[in-house]
């Protein structure tokens, strides 16, 4: 006896899996614990059950995916598209957020550039430049902000003054410690 289908048109059709981010398996989130309030994910079955990858930034979810050795599938190139526009649009919020602000009440006036206290130092502290780079976070520390900006420089990093006023009354400060 043979079984026949409740439904023989549907065995015919192609099975499309799509959605609105144009990549099979995405999607995007509220998510709370995410500065922009928004994540990326990624839903898989691993033979077990499902799991799900994700990340404030798409391409970062795709290079988890990438690494898993799981497909990244674009169903549908213009959703796709948009779908990236819209996470280089949630990046910039994110960078605006997170960034260490422009701020006047930095302890420097020099973006990225910290007091740090130090008891064995002479004064007390050593300056600290601390930035996240695409290889991991780096810092630099020296005792004098004009030693810290001439390391930094020679290191093919950004010196932003966002406070010049204060900036300023530190080096004065400096020249007079010497």
């Known amino acids: 006896m043979s079984i026949e289908s409740v439904f023989p048109e549907l065995e015919q059709q192609k099975t ?76 910039e919020k994110h960078d605006s957020l997170t960034r260490y602000k422009d701020r006047e009440n930095s302890s420097s006036g020099v ?9 064995g130092s002479r004064r007390g502290f050593y300056w600290i430049y601390v930035n996240n780079h695409h290889e991991g976070q780096k810092s630099y520390t020296s005792n004098s902000l004009l030693r810290l900006k001439e390391r930094i420089e020679s290191e093919g990093l950004k010196w932003t003054v966002v406070n010049q006023k204060l900036y300023k009354k530190l080096l004065n400060q400096e020249k007079d410690f010497v």
């Open 111 to 119: 973006r990225y550039v910290y007091r740090t206290p130090d008891k």
């Open 16 to 91: 499309v899996k799509q959605n609105k981010w144009g990549i099979l398996d995405v999607c995007l989130t509220k998510c709370d614990n995410v500065t922009t309030g928004y994540q990326w994910k990624y839903s898989y079955f691993d033979g077990v059950k499902i799991k799900v990858l994700s990340s404030y930034d798409l391409i970062k979810l795709r290079q988890k995916v990438d690494n898993r050795g799981l497909p990244w599938t674009i169903t549908d190139s213009k959703l796709a598209i948009d779908s990236y526009k819209l996470n280089k649009d949630l990046l």
